[in-house]
């Protein structure tokens, strides 16, 4: 015989993540680098959705590669501009 129950799937919402600095290298390098993309991904939205201007500038801590950290920089248009207020 069938059964005519339905299965539902719940899902559990995502952990809450405690703020504070995180220890281990490698991970804190992962943490930075997609919530990076995630910033500068939700800038490009703003900017969209909103047309308005918007800039990120963000440089990472010291890593193994790069002692003194990157740059990482987001602007919707040429960032003198910007900054000019024209």
Do not use: W
């Not at 800039?55 to 193994?64: F, M, R, Y």
Request: glycine fraction near 6%; charged fraction near 30%; hydrophobic fraction near 35%.
């Amino acid at each position: 015989l069938e059964s005519d129950s339905i299965i539902l799937k719940v899902k559990m919402p995502p952990a809450k993540v405690k703020i504070q600095r995180i220890e281990g290298d490698r991970v804190r390098q992962n943490t930075f680098h997609k919530r990076k993309m995630g910033l500068i991904k939700k800038a490009m939205e703003l900017t969209v959705l909103c047309d308005c201007d918007c800039a990120v500038i963000l440089k990472s801590g010291p890593t193994v590669t790069c002692k003194e950290g990157r740059f990482t920089a987001f602007c919707s248009k040429d960032l003198e501009s910007l900054m000019r207020g024209g």
